[in-house]
């Protein structure tokens, strides 16, 4: 996720911006950069890789005079890691320089409409728009000048922006991405969060959205979306600063499990446009997809898992048959594969080995390839033919969490565009789609309201020895990511089995204590789970059973129930692993495990 810093006061801004910008490390980069006001002109200096590359290029800051900057960590989305994209960018008349932090989803329609004005732009970012735009719309007052922009964008953003018109202010806005700002007796701070803020002060003013901040050297000031002045009450921050850095947050994985509505909601933002799916730089003709003979996933440990959950979603709206593979075992197995099918690999780094391999196999028997991954401009993303970005922000926790719940909603992006272009979507089918995808972030927020009852039920079961998840269909898919979250971070022995083939064989585990936990949200095949559970229980088993529908049966049958909210059943694996995360988290905690960093693990496998 990108990290803004911005100062304005007496001392050297650099230094001060490129101490910032190391707090803001944790968040995920790959390029940084700063503007500074000098003399009525600002200085820009930016590359891309790490903050040490920055510090270097301009002497730790000493060589970048002037008191009043903004500085930019970068987590590409738009446009590849490189000199060019990385932030702060100026406006064609280079009177203004702008840092962003989010996605702007109009950027395209912006950016043509500037170019028939004649804007030239020198980025494929998405912010670079922002920068002309400032310029367009400048009335004089930078204040009114920002409020002016953002009655033009649509999107999610925290903005910081210069003018040399005003060169002893710093103007900074937010909409759907973090901003806070703060001040010390001789100047005021901006920051994507509050451990870059926390040498300067305790004492907060958390920015809501669109509301506007005017920072000069001993004077801060807010203002609402028609640049009116308005009062801000301070938070006073009581947190250390390890603390900080994860959101207040015990561990990464609890951080990223509650940025998951957000995550999906970046992950479809842009994408639906009316009633179709579109995806920037992917233009699959009709008569290409419905010649399509088939489809191939390939993936690694939870991406192999949203690829099961992938082949119920593109099976039934492209009706053609879909292969789900572990990656490293599609790369050695001769796979029959030609240039009449659709091979997608799935990844949220983009650099797991074996992925990247199998991916390479497919290329070279003439498939088209399609990657779905989290980093921009990682291997797969760079070798594929097409990229879809999940857009779910740095993962930091070994275990993912966010990373999946993204590619199962971006691999029902695809699902529904390849049906339409084949034709074999029909329209009422895909506006369903439509409609229960984009419910989807907001049905995630209500599963993450009241945890407490999940966190109980963890510690009722953390010593549990073995933990069996059951499921049939789009069921079993989700019993086994659920099962590897668990025993990836608890070290609890853990299988996710199909409910069906229980009988012929597992079910000889199961005794006195045993733990088995049941998802029934596929409403066709919930009677046949409910036998299954009946099947453990009379063996000795705990239940517990994962329903968006209680009824008296169930009840009386499972020990505990998680309720989880209804959807289409296509798209309920977003929601059921939720409170299958949290218990893996809380068991993991109870035990006290190293959540973040389980023994053994790497985040990203990029060797074989
Ligand atoms: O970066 P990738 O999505 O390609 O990684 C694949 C697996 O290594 C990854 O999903 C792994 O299974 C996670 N630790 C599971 O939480």
């Not at 659709?342 to 990844?347: E, G, K, M, R, T």
């Not at 797969?380 to 969490?401: F, K, M, N, Q």
Request: glycine content about 8%; some cysteine.
């Amino acid at each position: 996720m990108c990290g803004i810093i911005g100062y304005a006061g007496a001392k050297q801004a650099a230094p001060i911006l490129l101490k910032g910008l190391e707090t803001l490390e944790y968040r995920g980069y790959d390029s940084a950069g700063m503007a500074v006001m000098s003399d009525g002109v600002i200085n820009i200096q930016k590359c891309r890789g790490r903050l040490a590359a920055l510090a270097e290029k301009t002497d730790h800051g000493q060589s970048m005079q002037g008191s009043v900057g903004i500085g930019h960590t970068r987590w590409a989305t738009h446009g590849e890691p490189s000199d060019k994209n990385s932030h702060p960018h100026f406006s064609q008349n280079e009177q203004f320089a702008v840092v962003h932090n989010g996605i702007i989803e109009n950027y395209q329609e912006l950016k043509e409409r500037l170019e028939r004005y004649g804007y030239t732009f020198q980025s494929e970012t998405d912010t670079e728009v922002i920068a002309h735009l400032v310029e367009y719309c400048d009335c004089g007052d930078l204040i009114r000048t920002v409020s002016k922009v953002l009655q033009r964008i649509e999107g999610s953003y925290a903005l910081g922006v210069l003018s040399t018109r005003e060169p002893e202010c710093l103007v900074a806005v937010r909409k759907d991405s973090p901003l806070v700002v703060c001040r010390d007796d001789e100047a005021g701070y901006i920051a994507s969060d509050i451990p870059a803020l926390l040498p300067y002060s305790r004492d907060m003013y958390l920015m809501e959205d669109n509301e506007i901040v005017a920072l000069t050297p001993g004077k801060i000031n807010f203002y609402n979306i028609d640049a009116r002045p308005i009062e801000k009450e301070i938070y006073h921050v009581d947190w250390d600063v390890s603390a900080a850095e994860k959101g207040g947050y015990e561990h990464f994985m609890l951080k990223e499990i509650y940025e998951q509505p957000q995550a999906l909601q970046s992950t479809i933002q842009s994408r639906i446009r009316g009633d179709r799916i579109q995806f920037d730089g992917i233009d699959y003709t009709s008569s290409w997809v419905e010649q399509l003979t088939g489809v191939h996933i390939i993936a690694c440990g939870s991406a192999y898992h949203a690829g099961l959950v992938g082949r119920y979603m593109i099976e039934t709206t492209l009706q053609r048959p879909v292969n789900v593979e572990i990656a490293s075992e599609f790369r050695y197995r001769n796979p029959i594969v030609d240039e009449r099918q659709l091979v997608i690999a799935v990844s949220q780094s983009g650099e797991t080995a074996d992925t990247l391999a199998a991916l390479r196999e497919a290329k070279r028997r003439g498939a088209r390839t399609l990657a779905i991954v989290n980093v921009v401009g990682s291997s797969l993303a760079r070798e594929a033919h097409d990229v879809i970005y999940t857009w779910a922000g740095p993962e930091i926790s070994v275990a993912t969490t966010k990373g999946y719940t993204t590619q199962l909603l971006a691999l029902e992006l695809v699902a529904v565009y390849l049906g339409q272009q084949s034709g074999r979507l029909s329209q009422s089918a895909a506006d369903a789609l439509i409609e229960a995808i984009c419910a989807v972030p907001e049905l995630a927020q209500s599963a993450l309201v009241d945890i407490a009852p999940i966190q109980q039920m963890a510690a009722r079961h953390f010593n549990a020895k073995d933990v069996f998840y059951i499921g049939r269909g789009i069921d079993y898919a989700s019993s086994q990511e659920a099962s590897l979250k668990l025993k990836e971070i608890s070290y609890i022995h853990s299988e996710g089995i199909a409910a069906g083939e229980l009988k012929h064989g597992t079910i000889s585990l199961i005794e006195d204590g045993s733990l088995v936990i049941g998802l029934l949200t596929q409403p066709k095949l919930r009677e046949k789970v409910i036998s299954n559970l009946a099947e453990v229980k009379t063996r000795g088993a705990t239940v517990i059973a994962v329903t968006s529908m209680e009824d008296a049966k169930l009840n009386a049958l499972a020990d505990e129930v998680i309720l989880i909210p209804e959807t289409n059943p296509l798209l309920i694996p977003v929601l059921s692993v939720i409170p299958l995360q949290l218990f893996a988290y809380y068991i993991s905690v109870y035990n006290g495990r190293d959540v973040d960093k389980p023994r053994n693990l790497a985040k990203s496998v990029t060797v074989e």
